[in-house]
């Protein structure tokens, strides 16, 4: 199968959620909670099983956060793995800062992927060797080459739990977000300079966006592993950072620079 091919799988399958998704109201959905206290809605298992009966063939493995997991996927050379509604939380308080995730690993490495934000109008899609479209149109990270004057999106959680206050007058703007799906795909398209998150991470969270990045020329960092491949036995990973390709050294410095104040 060709890569084009698969783009077109992940397009299709986004535009079938987008149909799914039409029907609820951001700010006013009924909410249930997990075994571990996190937020889930109709909305959630609707696009999970739209996005499961349109992507997975024979033969290809699927990761979601909202299926229990069948671990031949770890058998499987190509797997799906997604996120049906990243951001359920901002979702469900109406801030339009969610997103569908849909990213395909191939032999441990995200290869393609598609981001779509209903709520903006956004649609990032791309794969290795073929760049990265916004709604169309050709982009890719930013040439920044230093923080001073960047806008760096971070979790809005963990804004809220003040864990971005030792990042506050180092020169770039931070500005929260909710779905880590949905800043990577920012990152991607240009829109902002970088993203990173010090805690971990699940993969559905990431795999879409991290395929995105290094599709538009960017560059991806995985916490404590460099050379981590995915499609884990465990999906939970340390955190992680997306920049455009000169800003690498300038974000190590302002960690290290910071890390007595976290």
């Given at each position: 199968m060709s890569r084009q091919e698969d783009l077109v799988r992940i397009e299709e399958a986004l535009r079938l959620a987008e149909k799914v998704l039409e029907p609820f109201t951001p700010g006013a959905i009924a909410v249930e909670r997990k075994a571990g206290g996190d937020p889930v809605t109709e909305a959630d298992w609707r696009v999970n099983e739209t996005l499961y009966n349109a992507l997975p063939r024979e033969g290809e493995g699927w990761l979601?956060?909202?299926?229990?997991?069948?671990?031949?996927?770890?058998?499987?050379?190509?797997?799906?793995?997604?996120?049906?509604?990243?951001?359920?939380r901002e979702f469900v308080e109406g801030l339009p800062e969610w997103s569908v995730s849909v990213g395909l690993v191939e032999n441990g490495q995200p290869v393609a992927g598609g981001i779509l934000n209903p709520a903006t109008g956004q649609l990032v899609i791309g794969a290795l060797g073929h760049g990265v479209n916004l709604n169309g149109e050709a982009a890719r990270v930013t040439d920044r080459t230093d923080l001073e004057g960047a806008v760096v999106m971070a979790s809005r959680s963990e804004v809220r739990r003040g864990e971005w206050k030792r990042f506050e007058d180092q020169g770039f703007e931070v500005k929260a977000c909710g779905s880590v799906a949905y800043k990577l795909a920012m990152v991607a398209a240009g829109i902002v300079d970088a993203t990173w998150t010090l805690v971990p991470k699940n993969e559905w969270d990431v795999v879409a966006g991290v395929a995105l990045v290094r599709a538009a020329g960017g560059q991806i960092e995985v916490l404590n592993e460099p050379q981590r491949a995915f499609n884990q036995r465990v999906p939970l990973m340390p955190g992680l950072l997306a920049y455009g390709p000169t800003l690498h050294d300038s974000i190590q410095d302002v960690i290290a620079r910071t890390a007595d104040s976290d």
């Open positions: 979601s956060e909202e299926t229990v997991d069948d671990l031949e996927r770890l058998d499987k050379s190509r797997v799906w793995v997604v996120d049906p509604l990243d951001g359920t």
